[in-house]
């Protein structure tokens, strides 16, 4: 049973406690720190007025010296013309805030009579389309295959399921429709569910719970095209170096699964040619855009910014009229809330008296501007919202708790780290948590070259060297072996190599990421660094368990493991890991398929277990004559089959397994509406006749039914689907009374995604040519329904299908 129930129930429940919500028909700009933290009172409200100024880029036009104040700018708009629709521009330019809810673009031909409003939009719609660059070329390699034209191949479900798995939605809206998997909910969030909110309120929990607003799409369809969406989520720092939106390390196929579920709802793409645009309206836009001071926040070739407003700090903010309230002509407007001109006037007046930034309140404020609060907490601040907690998933649905499938905490993390592995992960190049469905996001460089260096100024206690803290761990690895054998290879990989069902961290190369004084304390006492750890502690109340060791000195031990782990390949692995693995039977296919003849709980005694290197693979169920089961990931383990008689049904060690339909998957048919044959051993209509391997290593399975001859071959695509290939050979003059049937799909439930493709009720897609599909005939019996298609009568047929999954 899913337990979304305790999340959307929470999430209805301080819905109606007073918090304003805001949803992107908000008109006020949005932006993400100050809605989530501003607004309840939770930042001090010079902070939040600073949140402001720098998101909405007031310093572009009103300079100022303060660093924290420095613009965020409007996207860089050098690829405007061919990277955005023409028609979007227009009405972008007309009404900002209608066009995007809750931008931050203010409204900058507001004062302009209707005729003279229209007149600019045109001139400056023709200077944009003139901005014009070419993608980049994305380069294939063996982990990022890149399809001729992959924008255009983008599948709508698998992007569906990225936007929901990889992060998206820590910050964007999830789509109701999406149902994220089983996941367990934690005792903390089980306490919470059962408080009332006035409970909630007096423990000091509301921000816990309360839910997190989206950062608005806007009106994407109307905006991009698929080739300049999946190239914008390749690379956002190309168009927005700010950083606000990062880079999710998508492959160049992914990009285009999650731009064609993005604009899933696209009907129509406007191209523009600059070629057929007069000089003239074309001077007279740049011209705008210069005197609009457009220029101050987006880039374009060639044109700097020449006009800015009076300085930051002279500003009055009780001015009758200024950007904040009642602009007037050739001032931006900016639909502020009370909230926010609060905020701002606040921050203004202040600004004299403001003494220079600490370096904690620095690296608090660029928390903030990137928005990191929107996946981590840090000092009891932000954190995965409460609403969004059931769209963060282990892959397989590893139950690891929390701290397995939520982003993990940065506070002390300049203590914990090592500033050299901390730059490594704000590149893109740290990922250690594989067992994460989230992906850890790459900002610009500019934008968090300096957070590790802060990081440790503010956190870092005095760090000393590991020959320091362990001053003789070089002499103590050998015993440090043992150590990591009464616990920590239960739960940890060491250099790759791990005990069955391990899917920690892997600890082989701890000591280059951590402070060696963090990872003596943290031994010493888990919960105190890292509240509701699942890690144990094995020193408790400062005493070892292992009292044979080392006499039993807790300094010494620690130190023990701290030199093994350090001294990597030098010293052996845990003995416990070599006897494991040593009995691995696992079958990887890597190069060549792998053809397995086992016994599987859902092929039955006569499965045919079948590996692709893809990582795509099924098994085939010889005495039913059938496909039972594909899966994804890792393959099978063979020592049950090839060495324990009586061993238990062969389970696939991948995810995401799913069964095909039940029964035969061709059938002789008196009339279209008769009952699909079911399995029995007395009377199978089918007789399988073994298989045959080709020289690519895949196996067609043959068998018979009636007259006809059958070959069945599957092949993996590459995304990982499973392309099926029937050829049936037999006489074409099918009697007046049977006719051969081709069972596409079964389900309880089946719906036509498009005119090729059906879906059952568990997420199988097929989909065949649209001559089959004219043909088929999808039908209901007993609460079952069936997608059968007729065979056509000629002598040599072949049937191709697709499944994905």
């Known amino acids: 049973m899913r337990q979304r129930w305790i999340f959307t129930l929470l999430g209805l429940v301080f819905l109606n406690t007073g918090q304003p919500v805001h ?66 521009i227009r009405e972008f330019l007309a009404a900002p805030q209608i066009s995007k809810a809750g931008t931050t673009m203010p409204d900058v031909l507001h004062g302009l009579p209707a005729e003279e409003k229209q007149q600019a939009i045109t001139a400056l719609t023709a200077f944009l389309t003139t901005q014009q660059s070419d993608y980049p070329e994305i380069k294939a390699t063996g982990a990022n295959p890149v399809p001729h034209e992959f924008w255009k191949k983008g599948n709508v479900e698998q992007g569906q399921e990225l936007y929901h798995k990889i992060g998206c939605v820590a910050c964007h809206e999830p789509d109701e429709t999406y149902e994220p998997g089983e996941i367990k909910i934690s005792p903390t969030d089980k306490m919470l569910a059962q408080l009332d909110p006035e409970d909630i309120k007096e423990l000091g929990l509301a921000a816990a719970v309360r839910p997190v607003n989206s950062v608005p799409h806007g009106n994407l369809p109307a905006k991009y095209t698929p080739k300049s969406l999946t190239f914008f989520l390749l690379n956002p720092e190309q168009t927005r170096p700010a950083g606000r939106m990062p880079q999710l390390k998508l492959k160049a196929v992914e990009a285009a699964d999650i731009a064609a579920y993005l604009l899933r709802k696209q009907t129509e793409v406007q191209t523009a040619d600059k070629n057929t645009i007069a000089p003239d309206l074309i001077a007279q836009g740049q011209q705008l855009f210069v005197e609009l001071k457009c220029v101050n926040c987006h880039e374009t070739k060639k044109l700097k910014p020449k006009l800015f407003a009076q300085p930051l700090a002279k500003l009055n903010a009780a001015a009758s009229t200024s950007c904040l309230h009642a602009a007037q002509k050739n001032m931006p407007a900016y639909p502020l809330d009370q909230q926010q001109q609060t ?11 403001q ?3 600490s370096p904690k309140q620095q690296l608090d404020f660029q928390v903030l501007q990137l928005n990191c609060y929107a996946c981590h907490e840090r000092d009891k601040r932000g954190g995965v919202g409460f609403n969004r907690k059931p769209y963060f998933e282990t892959a397989a649905h590893v139950d690891l708790g929390d701290e397995g499938r939520i982003p993990p905490t940065l506070t002390g993390i300049g203590f914990k780290l090592q500033k050299k592995w901390l730059s490594k992960v704000l590149n893109g190049r740290g990922d250690i948590r594989l067992h994460m469905q989230a992906r850890m996001p790459v900002f610009p460089k500019q934008q968090v070259s300096a957070l590790p260096t802060a990081f440790e100024k503010v956190d870092g206690k005095t760090q000393l060297p590991d020959s320091k803290v362990f001053p003789d761990h070089n002499k103590l690895a050998s015993s440090g072996r043992i150590m990591l054998e009464t616990g920590c290879i239960q739960c940890h990989p060491i250099r790759g190599e791990s005990m069955p069902g391990v899917v920690g961290t892997d600890l082989g190369d701890v000591t ?37 060791l080392l006499d039993g000195n807790v300094d010494q031990q620690i130190a023990a493991l701290w ?65 039972a089961l594909a899966w994804k990931g890792r393959f099978l383990d063979a020592q049950g089959t090839w060495f324990i008689r009586f061993a238990p049904p062969a389970d696939p060690l991948g995810s995401n397994a799913i069964q095909f339909p039940a029964g035969a998957p061709v059938a002789l048919l008196k009339y279209n509406q008769q009952p699909w044959p079911t399995y029995s051993p007395d009377a199978n209509e089918l007789q399988f006749r073994g298989y045959r391997v080709d020289a690519a290593g895949i196996p067609t399975f043959l068998y018979r039914c009636g007259k006809f001859d059958i070959e069945d071959r599957f092949e993996a695509t590459e995304k990982q689907a499973l392309k099926r290939r029937l050829t049936i050979k037999g006489s074409p003059q099918q009697s007046d009374s049977e006719t051969l049937w081709f069972r596409g799909l079964t389900g309880k439930t089946l719906k036509q995604l498009n005119p090729t493709t059906m879906q059952n009720q568990a997420g199988l897609q097929v989909s065949v040519s649209s001559e089959l599909t004219k043909a088929g005939l999808l039908r209901k019996r007993d609460n079952q329904s069936d997608w ?17 999954w």
């Open 23 to 88: 949803s992107e028909t908000q008109a006020a700009p949005f932006v993400a720190g100050f809605d989530r933290f501003s607004r309840h009172a939770e930042l001090q409200p010079q902070a939040g007025g600073q949140l402001l100024i720098s998101e909405l880029s007031c310093v572009a036009c009103h300079p100022s010296q303060r660093a924290e104040l420095q613009p965020k700018r409007g996207p860089r708009l050098t690829g405007a013309g061919n990277h955005l629709q023409q028609q979007w």
């Open 343 to 353: 905020a701002i006037e606040q921050t203004l007046a202040s600004l004299p008296d």
């Open 788 to 804: 059968i298609i007729p065979v056509p009568a000629t002598a040599n047929t072949t049937i191709e299908a697709t499944y994905q």
């Open 355 to 357: 003494n220079p930034a």
């Open 563 to 627: 030199g093994y782990l350090k001294a990597g390949s030098k010293q052996p692995l845990p003995e416990k890991i070599l006897v494991a693995k040593s009995k691995n039977y696992e079958l990887v296919p890597d190069k060549r398929p792998i053809v397995l003849r086992t016994f599987m709980q859902e092929a039955g005694t006569h499965a045919i277990a079948v590996g692709l290197p893809e990582k795509v693979h099924f098994a085939f169920d010889a005495e039913q004559v059938r496909p």
């Open 512 to 548: 280059n990421r951590v402070h060696p004084h963090w990872f003596r304390e943290f031994l010493l006492d888990p919960a105190s660094l890292k509240p509701r750890t699942r890690m144990p502690t094995f020193f408790p109340g400062g005493q070892s368990q292992n009292k044979g």
